[in-house]
């Protein structure tokens, strides 16, 4: 992981150092609360020739991925919400709602490298107040708000 937690890790970025400062202004993406442990993040995944990683969700629709192809994407599938197979390459993204089912698969002959990159959902970043302000306590179960914080989400 390259971003957990809202801090950079700084031992993971010395080995994409470019990418890492290209993020470092840019993360967390907002101020308001996250919503679980992974509402924003930065991770590299691999995927070995003859893979899948099964159907599943990230259990929540408040992130966003952006699935980035590095290296290897030939021969690699994505399935997002019971659409379409898409062909995964190299040099492009696919953004997808985390909350979303979604699978991978890969029958190409080179390792898959691909960089996620996990972010509020951009409504409720940049409107916390229309989601937060009936049902915030000023407490998620990753965070605490103190009494300002509060009152600036407030309508």
């Not at 893979?51 to 997002?80: F, T």
């Not at 190409?108 to 915030?136: C, D, I, K, M, N």
Request: net charge negative; aromatic share 10%; hydrophobic share 30%.
């Amino acid at each position: 992981q390259l971003y957990v937690n809202k801090e950079l890790q700084e031992e993971s970025c010395k080995l994409m150092p470019r990418t890492a400062e290209l993020l470092r202004s840019r993360m967390p993406s907002t101020s308001s609360p996250y919503v679980h442990y992974n509402s924003e993040e930065i991770v590299l995944f691999l995927l070995a020739p003859g893979s899948k990683v099964r159907l599943h969700n990230g259990g929540s629709n408040a992130p966003l991925n952006i699935h980035c192809g590095l290296s290897g994407c030939e021969g690699a599938y994505m399935e997002v919400g019971g659409a379409h197979r898409r062909k995964l390459k190299d040099g492009q993204a696919i953004c997808f709602d985390d909350g979303t089912d979604h699978s991978v698969w890969h029958d190409g002959e080179e390792e898959r490298w691909v960089l996620t990159v996990r972010v509020l959902h951009p409504h409720l970043a940049q409107h916390p107040e229309r989601y937060y302000s009936q049902a915030f306590t000023r407490r998620t179960c990753f965070e605490s708000w103190s009494e300002e914080r509060h009152k600036a989400f407030q309508p």
